[in-house]
C-alpha cells in the first residue's frame, strides 16, 4: 500500500504541467524525426530503384511534410502558453486553494488593517486536510501554514465535518493529524474557535464550492483508486444551496444598479486613461491600413467604444461613417445593408435580395465609406451568414472596416474564406474599461427584472384595450394567479378561456375571441403554446407578483 | 430549381435583364439566347464561351461551379440532369472547382446523374507550390529592395505553411511588414530600385540623415573607419550623401551577389539526399541571412555529399548555375565584376569536366592489385594489413581531382565571400526589415491570449504600483473587480453558487470584522459584483444555469 501511495503521488505531485508538456512534445518530436528518416529511408531505397522523375512526382505534395519542418516563429518566449488558457482543470483540492493562500500573506494596504488576522483565518479553506499520508503536501501546508490561516481552515474544515455525514471517521482523523504536524498557535485557535461558531458556519457554507469538489479528492487520496472516469464523476461540482435570497437585498433594480455604477470612480483612472491615451497614437496607422484595403479588428480586455468613438472623432470626421452597435440583441444584417443602400447611397430601387443589394453597393459606392463595429462577435452578427455579408462587404474597395471583438471564442465564428475577405490587422486595446453599453442587454441573475416596468408597460397597453378585451384579459389573469403555486400548471386551455368569456358575455364567438387573442399577442401580453394533447394553453409571461400588483391597481380604479 | 440556376448563370443577366423577370427563367429561354448568340456571331463574346473551348463549330457554352462541396447536392443533381436533357441544343461544359478530393463529387453525385456526366480530372499544384513560385520570381530577387529578415520571413512562412496555405494571405502579410517598414519611418524612401536612388538621396533633410547616421549598422560601420574618416563622415551632410549613395550601391550589389549565389547554392545541394539545406530557396535564404551559411554544419554536409556527385548530375548543375550568373551579369544595374570572373572560372571547370569523356571518369576497374599476405599471418595481423590498406589514398581520377578543385573553389572563396549576413552591411536596415515583434501581434491576433493576459495579471496592462503579483493566481483587493471575480471563478467546478462568488468578492474586497457572512451587502459593492459577473458573461466565460437556482455555469476549463 505504502509503495503504492508513493508511486501515485509521483504521478500526481512532482510533475508540473510544463514538464508534462515539456516531455510530451519531445516524444513527439522524436517520433516525427523517426518517421521522417523513416520516409527519407523509404525514398532513398525507391530512388535507387526507380527513375528520378518518378521520385519527383511523389515528392511533389508532401514535400514540406517530410522535411520535417516545424514551426518556430509562431511561438515564441513572451507568448502566453496554451495549457494555461485552455488546459484541462481536473479538480484538484489543491488547485482550488493556491490563490487563496497567498492572498492573506500579501495584503499589505491599509484598508486590509481592520481585516483583523482572525478575520482572515476564519475565511480559509480546509487545505490541511490533505496532510495526512501525504509528507509532501504537509511540509508544503506548513509553509503556507504560518499564517493563521490554516486554523480558519480548519475550523472550517470541522464545520464541513459536522455538516456531512459522509466520510466521517476519516475526516476527523485527518483533522486532528493535520493539527499535529502544523504548529502550536494552530492549536490554541482551535479551543477558539467555539467561539466563533456561529461565526464559521457561515463561512464554510461560503466557499462551500471550492472544498466539497476537494473532500472527494481528498478522499481519493487516501484511497488511492485513480481511474480514468473519475475525470468526469468528479467534474459533478457540488455547490451548496444558498441562493440570492438569503440577502438582505437579493437583486438591484436596473435603475438603481446603474445609478450606483455611473456615481462610481473608476479604479486605476490614471492607468486606463495611459492605456487609451497609447491607443489614439495608433489612429494614424490604423487610417493607413484602412486604406490599405485592411480592416481593423480590435481585442483586448474592457469596452472599446470609447477608443472607437474617439477614432471615429478624430479620423473620420469628414467621411461617411456608419457605426454599428453589434452587441445590441435586435439588430439585423439587413437593417446594415439597408442603412448604407437607403440612407448612404440614397438609391430608389432597391433590390429585395442581400447579394444583389450588396452587388449594388459595390457598384455604386464610389467614396470612401468607413464601417465602425462594436462587437462583430455580438450575437445577431454571429451567425456564418451574417458574417459572410460583412466581410463582402468589408472586401469592397471604397468600404473600411474598424471592428472589435470581446467575446473569447470570437474568431471561431470565421474560416479561413472569411479571413481573407476581412484581411484583418489585429491590435490588442486593451482598456480595461467596464462594458456598461454592452451589457446592459444581458439577463444577469443578479439584475431584478425590472418589475416595474413591466407593470407600466403592462396597464399602459391594458388601458388601450376595449372594455371586452379587459375583461378576457382579467379572465386569465386571474386564472393564472389561482394556479399560481401548481407547479404542473402550463396554462390556460383556449377552450376553458372560451367559455369563461361566453359566459361572462365578453365574446359570442370562437372567432371572435381568437382576434382579441391575436391583439394581445402581438403586444406580447399573452404566450400561446401547444399542451402534449395538441390543445392551445395560454399564459401570461409575467411574474407572479407583478400581476398581483396589476390586478390591485386594475380593481382599485376601474 | 430555376432561379437557383439562373442565379449562377447571371452574365445572362445583362441581356435578357429588361424583358424577362427572373421567375420566368428557364432552360429555354438559355437555349434561345444561346442560339441568337451564335446566330449574331459577334466577335467579342461572353466570357463563358472561351474561344479555347470551342467543339466543332459551336462555342461551348461552359459553367463554372467553383466549390461543389459547398452547394447543395440535390440542387447540383437536379441542374445536371435538366441540362442533359437540353444537351443536343446547348453544348454544356461543367467546371467543377472541388477543394478536397474529387470524391467529393462523387459523394454528392449519385450514379444516375453522375452517368450523364463525363469526367475529366484536373489536378492543379498545390499552394506550396505557387507560393515558391512567388517568391523566387518576385520576393526574392535583387530587384526588389525590400526584404525581410530571417525572423519575419520565418513567421510568414510558418503562417503560410501550418496555418493557412493562403498565398492571398502570405501576399497581404508580406504587403503589411512592408506597410510598417515605410510607415513613419523617412529615411526608407532609400529602399528603392537604383535607379530612383540618387534622387531620393538628393530630397533627404536634415532629420533623415541625422536617423541614417543613427543606424546600428552605419555606427559599426564608422567604428571600423579611421579616425580621419569619422568627423566629416558624421558631421558634414555633403560628404555624408556622397557616401551614403556609395555605400547605397553596394548595398544593391550586394543583393544581387545575395540572391545570385543563392540560386546557385540551392541548385547544387536542392537535389542532395535529405537536402542538409532545405528542398526550397526560401529555406536556404532563410538561413543565409541568419547566419553565416558557409559556417553552417549543413553546408559543410553538402559540399561533403557534393564530393561524391557523379559527372552528369555535377555538369547538369554547373550549367544551371552558369545559366544563373550568365543572366545575373547580364540585366544587371549594378556594376559587380567579380560575377564575371567566377562565371569565367566555373566554365573552365565545366569545359574541362565536359571535355574529360567517359573513358576518363570511369576508370577503367583495376582488378585489385595483388596484396602480399604473407603465408603465416593470423587473423589480427590481417585485419591490421586490410585498414592500413584502406587509409592509403588511391589515387584521384582526372574527373575527381578537378571535382574536388572545383568545390574548393566554390566552398572556399565564392561562396563564404558573397553569402555573408546581411547585418554585417552598412544601412542593411534600410532594405531589410526586421523588427517582426512589430507585426507578429497584428498579422497573427491573440485576442484569446489578451484577455487572459488582463484577467491573471491586469499590472501587465495598467503598469500600476498596487496590483503587482509574485505569482500569478494570487488575488489583491486593489485589483479590477473583474479580475478578482474571474480569479475566484477559476477555484470553482463547473457550476458556480452565485451566493457564495459574492461572499467571496466580499471577502477580498470588503473583509468583515470577524470573516462572517455579510447577507447585507453595501449596495455599491453589490453592483461592482453585479458588473463584473455581467462582464465575464459578455466574455464567455460563464453562462446562467437553470439546474440550480442562482447558479451559472463555467463554460471554459482553463487554469490560472
Known amino acids: ?88 482543470q481536473t479538480t484538484k483540492g489543491k488547485r482550488a486553494l493556491t490563490p487563496r493562500t497567498p492572498r492573506t500573506p500579501k495584503t499589505p494596504q491599509p484598508e486590509k488593517v481592520n481585516g483583523t488576522p482572525q478575520s482572515r483565518k476564519v475565511k480559509g479553506t480546509p487545505q490541511s486536510r490533505k496532510v495526512n499520508g501525504r509528507p509532501r503536501a504537509s511540509s508544503h501546508d506548513t509553509g503556507t501554514a504560518k499564517t493563521p490561516y490554516s486554523l480558519r481552515r480548519r475550523l472550517k474544515k470541522q464545520i464541513a465535518k459536522t455538516a456531512s455525514q459522509a466520510t466521517d471517521g476519516y475526516l476527523s482523523d485527518s483533522d486532528f493529524s493535520a493539527s499535529n504536524s502544523e504548529y502550536m498557535p494552530s492549536d490554541t485557535d482551535r479551543s477558539s474557535s467555539s467561539e466563533d461558531e456561529s461565526v464559521e458556519d457561515k463561512d464554510e457554507t461560503m466557499k462551500e464550492p471550492e472544498y466539497q469538489p476537494r473532500r472527494k479528492q481528498g478522499h481519493q487520496e487516501i484511497e488511492y483508486v485513480l481511474e480514468a472516469d473519475e475525470f468526469f464523476t468528479s467534474q459533478k461540482s457540488v455547490t451548496s444551496d444558498h441562493t440570492l435570497s438569503r440577502l438582505q437585498q437579493p437583486r438591484l433594480a436596473e435603475k438603481q444598479l446603474q445609478q450606483l455604477l455611473g456615481d462610481m470612480t473608476l479604479s486605476h483612472k490614471q492607468a486606463v486613461y495611459n492605456l487609451c491615451a497609447e491607443h489614439t497614437q495608433l489612429f494614424a496607422k490604423w487610417m493607413f491600413s484602412l486604406r490599405e484595403q485592411y480592416s481593423v479588428l480590435l481585442y483586448g480586455l474592457g469596452s472599446k467604444r470609447h477608443t472607437l468613438h474617439q477614432f471615429r472623432t478624430k479620423m473620420l470626421q469628414d467621411q461617411l461613417v456608419l457605426e454599428v452597435n453589434g452587441f445590441f440583441p435586435s439588430l439585423t444584417i439587413k437593417e446594415i ?222 | 430549381m430555376n432561379y437557383n440556376k439562373v442565379q449562377r448563370d447571371d452574365d445572362l443577366e445583362e441581356t435578357v435583364k429588361d424583358n424577362i423577370k427572373k421567375n420566368q427563367y428557364n432552360f429555354l429561354t438559355l437555349s434561345a439566347w444561346y442560339k441568337e448568340q451564335l446566330r449574331s456571331k459577334s466577335p467579342k463574346k461572353k466570357s463563358k464561351n472561351k474561344p479555347a473551348l470551342e467543339m466543332d463549330k459551336d462555342a461551348a457554352l461552359v459553367v463554372i461551379i467553383p466549390n461543389v462541396e459547398g452547394f447543395s447536392p440535390h440542387i447540383l443533381q437536379n441542374f445536371i440532369l435538366i441540362a442533359s436533357g ?96 515605410f510607415f513613419n519611418c523617412d529615411h526608407n524612401v532609400l529602399c528603392c530600385s537604383i535607379s530612383e536612388l540618387s534622387q531620393n538621396i538628393k530630397s533627404l533633410s536634415k532629420e533623415q540623415l541625422e536617423e541614417l547616421r543613427q543606424l546600428p549598422s552605419f555606427r559599426r560601420y564608422v567604428d571600423t573607419l579611421p579616425k580621419k574618416e569619422k568627423a566629416p563622415l558624421l558631421l558634414d551632410d555633403h560628404h555624408f550623401k556622397e557616401v551614403l549613395e556609395e555605400l547605397m550601391t553596394e548595398l544593391h550589389g550586394y543583393l544581387l551577389n545575395l540572391h545570385t549565389y543563392l540560386r ?51 555538369l547538369d548543375k554547373l550549367g544551371k548555375v552558369l545559366g544563373f550568373l550568365e543572366s545575373a551579369s547580364s540585366n544587371m544595374s549594378v556594376k559587380v565584376s567579380h560575377l564575371k570572373d567566377v562565371q569565367e572560372e566555373l566554365s ?24 602480399d599476405i604473407g603465408e603465416n599471418i593470423n587473423r589480427y595481423q590481417l585485419k591490421e594489413k586490410l585498414l592500413e590498406l584502406s587509409r592509403k589514398q588511391k589515387p584521384l581520377s582526372a574527373y575527381e581531382e578537378t571535382r574536388k578543385n572545383l568545390l574548393d573553389y566554390l566552398a572556399g572563396s565564392v561562396f563564404p565571400q558573397f553569402l555573408v549576413p546581411p547585418t554585417n552591411v552598412p544601412f542593411n536596415e534600410v532594405f531589410f526589415f526586421n523588427n517582426v515583434a512589430r507585426v507578429k501581434r497584428h498579422i497573427v491576433g491573440t485576442p484569446r491570449a489578451a484577455i487572459h493576459m488582463a484577467l491573471n495579471n491586469p499590472h501587465y496592462y495598467l503598469e500600476c504600483k498596487c496590483c503587482k503579483l509574485d505569482k500569478t493566481s494570487s488575488i489583491i483587493p486593489s485589483m479590477p473587480d473583474i479580475c478578482i471575480v474571474y480569479k475566484l471563478h477559476l477555484e470553482c467546478g463547473r457550476l458556480i453558487n452565485m451566493y457564495d462568488w459574492l461572499q467571496a468578492f466580499l471577502a477580498i474586497v470588503n473583509p468583515s470584522e470577524l470573516g462572517e457572512e455579510q447577507r447585507d451587502v453595501a449596495p455599491e459593492i453589490q453592483a461592482r459584483f453585479t458588473r463584473a459577473v455581467a462582464e465575464l458573461q459578455f466574455l464567455g466565460f460563464i453562462k446562467p444555469s437553470k439546474r440550480k437556482t442562482d447558479h451559472v455555469t463555467r463554460l471554459t476549463w482553463g487554469a490560472s
Open chain 2, 86 to 181: 437540353y444537351i443536343n441544343s446547348l453544348p454544356l461544359v461543367f467546371v467543377f472547382g472541388v477543394a478536397t478530393a474529387v470524391c467529393a463529387l462523387h459523394r454528392s453525385l449519385p450514379y444516375h446523374v453522375s452517368s450523364k456526366l463525363c469526367n475529366e480530372v484536373f489536378h492543379s499544384q498545390p499552394s506550396t507550390a505557387y507560393l515558391n513560385q512567388v517568391l523566387e520570381k518576385v520576393v526574392l530577387t535583387s530587384t526588389c529592395p525590400f526584404q525581410l529578415d530571417d525572423k519575419t520571413f520565418k513567421l510568414l512562412t510558418d503562417i503560410f505553411l501550418f496555418y493557412d496555405l493562403s498565398v492571398y494571405g502570405f501576399i497581404q502579410h508580406y504587403k503589411y511588414c512592408m506597410m510598417e517598414h
Open chain 1, 337 to 558: 445593408v439597408d442603412s448604407i443602400a437607403d440612407d448612404l447611397l440614397e438609391l430608389s430601387e432597391r433590390p429585395g435580395g442581400m447579394l444583389e443589394c450588396l452587388d449594388i453597393i459595390e457598384q455604386q459606392l464610389s467614396s470612401e465609406l468607413f464601417i465602425i463595429i462594436h462587437n462583430l462577435d455580438g450575437p445577431m452578427l454571429q451567425s456564418n451568414k451574417n458574417q459572410d455579408i460583412i466581410a463582402r462587404l468589408a472586401k469592397m474597395e471604397h468600404i473600411h472596416l474598424v471592428a472589435s471583438i470581446d467575446h473569447i471564442n470570437a474568431p471561431l465564428i470565421w474560416d479561413h474564406a472569411k479571413l481573407s475577405r476581412y484581411n484583418f490587422v489585429w491590435w490588442d486595446v486593451t482598456s480595461l474599461q467596464p462594458y456598461t453599453g454592452e451589457t446592459q442587454f444581458e439577463n444577469s441573475l443578479l439584475v431584478q427584472r425590472s418589475g416595474g416596468l413591466a407593470l407600466s408597460s403592462l396597464s399602459n397597453v391594458f388601458h388601450s384595450l376595449t372594455t371586452n378585451a379587459r375583461s378576457i384579459f382579467i379572465i386569465m389573469v386571474r386564472h393564472q394567479l389561482k394556479n399560481q403555486k401548481d407547479p404542473t400548471y402550463l396554462g390556460l386551455q383556449f377552450k376553458d378561456l372560451y367559455w369563461s368569456a361566453r359566459e361572462a358575455l365578453l365574446v359570442s364567438s370562437d372567432i371572435a375571441l381568437r382576434a382579441q387573442l391575436t391583439e394581445f399577442l402581438d403586444h406580447k401580453l399573452v404566450h400561446k403554446r401547444r399542451s402534449p394533447d395538441g390543445s392551445e394553453l395560454l399564459q401570461v409571461p409575467v411574474d407572479s407578483t407583478v400581476l398581483q400588483h396589476f390586478l390591485e391597481q386594475v380593481e382599485g380604479d376601474p
Open chain 2, 264 to 314: 546557385c547554392l540551392h541548385t547544387l545541394t536542392a537535389s542532395l539526399p535529405k537536402s542538409p539545406l532545405g528542398k526550397q530557396l526560401r529555406e536556404v535564404y532563410n538561413m543565409a541571412i541568419c547566419c553565416d551559411i558557409s559556417e553552417s554544419p549543413q553546408f559543410r554536409e553538402c559540399f561533403q555529399l557534393l564530393g561524391f556527385q557523379s559527372r552528369e548530375e555535377l
Open chain 1, 1 to 88: 500500500m505504502e509503495t503504492r501511495k508513493k508511486s501515485k503521488h509521483v504521478e500526481v505531485q512532482f510533475v508540473s504541467n510544463q514538464d508534462v508538456g515539456r516531455e510530451i512534445i519531445s516524444i513527439k518530436d522524436t517520433k516525427v524525426k523517426k518517421i521522417g528518416n523513416a520516409l527519407q529511408r523509404r525514398r532513398k531505397r525507391k530512388q535507387c530503384k526507380s527513375s528520378d522523375s518518378d521520385e519527383e512526382v511523389d515528392d511533389l505534395p508532401c514535400k514540406d511534410l517530410d522535411t520535417n519542418e516545424r514551426p518556430t516563429a509562431l511561438f515564441e518566449e513572451g507568448d502566453v502558453p496554451g495549457q494555461q488558457m485552455f488546459g484541462f
Open chain 2, 348 to 371: 573552365k571547370y565545366y569545359t574541362s569536366i565536359a571535355n574529360m569523356g567517359i573513358e576518363a571518369t570511369e576508370q577503367p576497374l583495376k582488378s585489385p592489385s595483388k596484396i
